[in-house]
């Protein structure tokens, strides 16, 4: 069976999977006793673990069936997590990581993963807590996994009290039996599908033979589980059976009474069972707790897990994945109707033809919805960038021996594509910048009488056509004279410019290239090389960054990023026969200067603007406009715009109006062109180009 049709959903659901057992590792570590969280993440190991056996990538496989064996111990309350225990499934994440990024660039995922594979067996048979070592088991999982079969479809104090919880909460508990055709020649593969129909409406608590079994095909023709959902009989049934080379299909709901029987039937195995199993079994170290209390510790994760399958549904029934490129070529098409609605709008007005202008409406109408829905297809939310921040955090504090938290809100803010593909990279170097030179050492924190635990928030909201994202930390906030100093011994400042800067022109120098304060080049930092790259893609996607600290209390890096790069609102203006648009995000004002206002300081035209002066820069000179000289009017309409904490005016000629307009580059037959970020087609056919405002203040 030729698999390469399925390779590309196999790299996304694969990545969607481990970024899921990264964050819900994390939540584990936080709270290690939580057992639903345990449920989730085995639950998606065993998916990816799963699928990699479909597609042929067997060291995949096999390392996930390990870490699943932990898991499984864990989930059933026979191991208590440590923390050698979560470095190890940390460890084994990033292998995954680094073999589906292989198999991603064409290779075939195999890796040297023996080292991780001897610490999950020794967490298995116990022996890390006796030596600490990574040390191998004497028997091997899936040997111990074969002697559990005996046992059938036999039910432990933990799955019985999910189903049973289930019940009583309003779920549906099934027990069901399929049959694969004797004709199949893919058996294992089948029974994954069927698996896989299954977890996306509900939960499977307990199958037989084992998942491991019938992933390896050591099965007859048939296999049965117990399964939680909200589904009817019929609708199960009919789902099973639509999958192809499945013979029959049995499904029987279970009530209270049906359950305690079945459950009693198999007692004996069940006691059996326990005995095979009693070797394998890693007691908790923690003090053990009477039966009553541990029974209604197990309940309370098992209350909380049985909705979570139901609100799962209509998560994998409402979403489709869609190629970037798709989406890049329908914003194009839009992009040419929205230039030609424009000019159907001109014409109509023009022609004076009731019916025609009545049509016109309601296309504009129409198609601004459209625009509405295109864009909306662009949005993603930045949590798509976050997600991969808790756990770099949590492995950087470990190397710098620092506690500290990581608290992110409003993740399901969005942006465009382009703007969230962009800004990944600053945010690492800032979050970096944080947690090594903002928050202190344990010791220090203590001495300074804070909490031994540093916190770091990492925040995104909306205001108005922008989106801040600012990164703030309780730490020992900004040294303006450690700043300044490190800047003149590099030559970067002189004595002179440094002792006239405000603080906040003092902390942008954090963002000059080559600058750094630290003493000691580590991996961390050190090598001057970071903020200012910052600073230039964020310049690059039209927004800044500003920073406001506090010594011994924090910093503050404020990044603002516009809401998207495709279509923008912008104020069209006029000059001598040009047409030129500046984005509406850049904007203060705009106003009208007679000639006496405008004063000269240093061979530079100034206007008085709000109690202080501001540059005026004329847009006929710096563009060479040969049909309009600015001398020789007696007002001259300006453009107040806004960089970070910085304003300058724009001289132009007239004010157009404003407008939505579609953001086309240059292409790459024209040079860069400083002050010009791209162009536009108005309504008339006409190219105007479209103003970089940041191009202009310094």
Request: net charge negative.
């Amino acid at each position: 069976m030729d698999m390469n049709q399925y390779l590309n959903m196999f790299i996304d659901e694969s990545n969607d999977h481990l970024q899921s057992l990264n964050e819900k590792m994390l939540q584990l570590e936080s709270n290690p006793t939580d057992l639903g969280i345990v449920q989730v993440i085995f639950r998606s190991a065993h998916t990816l673990k799963g699928m990699a056996a479909t597609m042929g990538f067997e060291d995949l496989a096999s390392l996930t069936h390990q870490m699943e064996n932990v898991l499984d111990l864990v989930r059933n309350n026979k191991l208590a997590m440590h923390e050698f225990i979560f470095d190890t499934l940390f460890k084994g994440l990033d292998a995954l990581e680094s073999m589906v990024q292989h198999i991603t660039e064409g290779g075939d995922g195999k890796a040297d993963v023996s080292s991780i594979v001897s610490s999950l067996q020794s967490i298995v048979s116990g022996d890390f807590l006796k030596s600490g070592s990574n040390a191998a088991t004497e028997e091997s999982p899936s040997t111990k996994a074969g002697t559990n079969d005996s046992a059938g479809l036999v039910l432990d104090q933990f799955q019985y009290s999910v189903l049973e919880q289930s019940i009583s909460e309003g779920h549906r508990v099934h027990y069901i039996q399929v049959t694969i055709s004797s004709e199949s020649q893919l058996k294992a593969a089948r029974a994954f599908m069927v698996f896989n129909t299954l977890e996306n409406t509900g939960e499977i608590v307990k199958a037989y033979p084992s998942v491991q079994d019938i992933e390896q095909e050591k099965f007859e023709q048939s296999f049965s589980l117990y399964y939680i959902t909200q589904k009817e009989v019929g609708e199960l049934e009919k789902e099973i059976a639509s999958i192809s080379e499945i013979d029959t299909v049995s499904v029987v709901q279970l009530d209270q009474e049906s359950l305690k029987q079945m459950s009693e039937v198999t007692a004996g195995l069940a006691e059996t069972a326990a005995v095979q199993e009693a070797p394998v079994a890693v007691q908790p170290t923690a003090p053990s707790q009477p039966q009553s209390s541990a029974a209604a510790t197990v309940a309370k994760p098992a209350a909380g897990k049985a909705p979570a399958a139901k609100a799962a549904a209509p998560t994998h029934n409402r979403t489709i994945r869609v190629d970037i490129e798709r989406l890049d070529v329908l914003m194009n098409l839009f992009s040419e109707l929205l230039i030609d609605r424009v000019r159907l709008e001109q014409l109509a007005s023009e022609a004076s033809n009731p019916a025609l202008t009545e049509t016109v409406e309601h296309m504009s109408r129409v198609s601004s919805d459209l625009q509405n829905v295109v864009l909306k297809l662009r949005m993603v939310p930045v949590d798509t960038v976050f997600n991969r921040f808790p756990r770099m955090v949590r492995d950087l504090a470990k190397s710098l021996d620092k506690k500290l938290e990581l608290v992110i809100t409003g993740a399901e803010t969005e942006m465009d594509r382009t703007v969230i593909d962009e800004i990944g990279d600053p945010l690492v170097h800032l979050l970096r910048n944080s947690v090594d030179h903002g928050i202190e050492s344990v010791a220090d924190r203590i001495a300074a009488g804070k909490p031994e635990t540093g916190t770091v928030q990492l925040r995104a909201f909306h205001s108005g056509n922008n989106v801040f994202i600012e990164i703030e930390d309780d730490g020992n906030g900004i040294n303006r004279e450690k700043v300044l100093n490190s800047a003149i011994s590099k030559g970067i400042l002189t004595a002179e410019q440094a002792a006239s800067m405000t603080d906040e022109e003092a902390y942008q120098v954090l963002f000059a290239p080559g600058f750094s304060t630290a003493a000691v080049i580590s991996d961390v930092s050190g090598r001057g090389v970071g903020l200012d790259v910052v600073k230039s893609k964020i310049t690059a996607l039209g927004g800044n960054v500003t920073v406001h600290s506090t010594l011994g209390q924090g910093t503050n890096f404020s990044v603002q990023l516009p809401l998207t790069l495709s279509i923008i609102a912008a104020m069209m203006i006029q000059i001598g026969s040009e047409k030129y648009a500046i984005p509406l995000s850049s904007i203060v004002e705009t106003a009208i200067v007679k000639r006496k206002q405008i004063r000269s300081v240093h061979g530079n035209k100034m206007i008085a603007f709000r109690d202080s002066h501001i540059p005026l820069i004329s847009l006929s000179q710096l563009f060479e406009v040969p049909d309009f000289n600015e001398d020789e009017e007696e007002e001259t309409e300006v453009v107040v715009i806004r960089k970070g904490d910085r304003l300058a005016a724009l001289s132009v000629q007239d004010f157009l109006g404003q407008s939505e307009i579609v953001l086309k580059n240059l292409g790459k037959y024209l040079p860069n062109i400083q002050g010009i970020s791209g162009a536009t087609i108005l309504g008339d056919g006409q190219v105007a180009l479209i103003i970089d405002p940041n191009v202009f203040i310094k």
